[in-house]
């Protein structure tokens, strides 16, 4: 998120740079703390969809498919539920800082089968991966974060690879 900071607890977007595979000495890079997997099945408890603002980036072949599932054109989506930041696109929210795709009386995503890489990909973000503290954060505050399914080191980074957050 150019600009924006936030817990590990809510979405983010992030526009840095990442080196992998070599140190700046040129010396091959430690295994990371996670190198022999994390656990993660979503539970579908909206807490990554909802609380402070932050950004959710989308491309248009990511807002085509939302509108598809939701049976609008692609304008209807783009002007009902983006905004653009740096010129970047990004969902909006709600005044409380719910994603706008959020039902709060269900508490499910409304476009889930068509949700942007970044929720795709929650919660191997590089922010939630960087340390074990960061890890601890997420799994304060996303209760499928550590249990379930069994993620191995390479999918963690093809994951957290498909969007830098």
């Excluded at 653009?84 to 795709?101: K, M, P, Q, W, Y």
């Excluded at 889930?112 to 304060?140: D, H, I, M, V």
Aim: proline share 5%; charged share 25%.
């Amino acid at each position: 998120m150019s600009g924006y900071t936030r817990s590990a607890s809510r979405r983010t977007g992030s526009l840095q740079h990442r080196t992998v595979g070599l140190t700046l000495t040129g010396m091959p890079k430690r295994s990371p703390w996670y190198k022999d997997g994390l656990s993660f099945t979503c539970t579908q408890c909206g807490n990554c969809c909802t609380g402070e603002p932050g950004v959710v980036w989308v491309t248009e072949v990511e807002l085509a498919q939302m509108a598809e599932v939701r049976g609008q054109s692609i304008d209807e989506v783009r002007a009902q539920h983006t905004r653009l930041i740096g010129g970047r696109v990004s969902l909006t929210e709600r005044d409380n800082g719910d994603c706008t795709f959020f039902d709060p009386n269900t508490r499910h995503c409304t476009v889930y089968g068509a949700r942007p890489a970044q929720c795709r990909t929650w919660p191997f973000w590089n922010s939630n991966l960087e340390s074990r503290e960061a890890w601890k954060l997420t799994q304060q505050s996303c209760p499928g974060a550590g249990k379930g399914e069994f993620f191995p080191l390479e999918e963690i980074e093809r994951l957290a690879r498909v969007i830098d957050v």
